[in-house]
């Protein structure tokens, strides 16, 4: 069975309600990206992203739905992550770099064995405009809870990226909320699987507030910003791709980019 075929298990919801999931998802991923980019911890979405590809070969095989398993193997490989770091006995790109590419290369070989060929296309870079009511509602839904635990923990957030040695001392939980943060990414992989595809789910996490980062002084304007950039590249990118038949997953993130070089660029011409 085709990728494709495997995942359009419903009829198209309406483009206003695609784009209202999208932004949603949107407005959810630029506080957590902020929260990743201050961890250092920008390739944890890439990480997860190439590993979920074990959960999509297996899905395929299996005759499952994709999603779940993708949500699946992404928490998976989280928990792994954050139990390894914790202890403390490979370095945090060193964990990513070995569950990225390792997961990766056993999904392929899964593919390739017992699936045959399969078009992973929507998989990977999104098709967000074929989304389905019921997947849009549990986007929204998605994405108001990781937004509401974000808005109830910002500060201790925030304290414990600046300093997990100072935040302990405070009697913040820095390691829960570690682990926390790396649940909401995995939630996020499995909400973005349709919207930018999952080899360009790190691009909605990173991009719009590495662009906010250009001209903001504090982090809540570097997430505020990041969020109405990553929206206004959601809402381009869909009437981008309905208006020219491009992938959509290609052209959110391509009008990121260029909010990205705009941003930056202004940044250097004032500080000359």
Do not use: C, K
């Not at 992550?81 to 590419?101: E, K, Y």
């Not at 992989?189 to 790190?202: I, K, Q, V």
């Amino acid at each position: 069975m085709h990728g494709a075929e495997h995942i359009a298990t419903s009829q198209a919801a309406p483009f206003w309600f695609i784009t209202l999931a999208a932004a949603a998802l949107a407005l959810a991923a630029a506080p957590t990206g902020a929260m990743l980019l201050w961890r250092r911890m920008a390739y944890f979405g890439d990480a997860l992203s190439h590993a979920a590809l074990f959960g999509v070969a297996l899905a395929l095989a299996a005759h499952l739905p994709i999603v779940p398993a993708v949500l699946a193997t992404a928490l998976v490989v989280a928990a792994a992550v954050v139990w390894l770091r914790q202890r403390g006995q490979l370095a945090h790109d060193a964990l990513l770099g070995t569950f990225a590419h390792g997961m990766m290369a056993l999904g392929l070989l899964i593919a390739f064995l017992f699936i045959g060929d399969v078009e992973l296309h929507d998989v990977l870079f999104g098709d967000v405009l074929s989304m389905g009511v019921g997947e849009a509602m549990l986007v929204i839904a998605g994405a108001a809870l990781v937004l509401a635990f974000l808005w109830r923990n910002w500060q201790p957030l925030v304290l414990s990226a600046v300093s997990e040695e100072l935040a302990l001392a405070e009697g913040v939980p820095a390691r829960r909320l570690h682990a926390w943060l790396a649940v909401i990414a995995a939630l996020l992989l499995a909400m973005a699987a349709r919207t930018t595809g999952l080899l360009l789910y790190t691009s909605l996490l990173v991009i719009p507030v590495a662009a906010a980062r250009a001209v903001s002084d504090t982090p809540e304007r570097m997430a505020g910003l990041g969020a109405l950039l990553g929206l206004m590249a959601v809402i381009g990118g869909l009437l981008t791709a309905r208006a020219a038949g491009v992938p959509s997953g290609a052209a959110i993130v391509a009008i990121a980019f260029g909010f990205f070089l705009l941003f930056h660029l202004a940044g250097w011409l004032r500080g000359r």
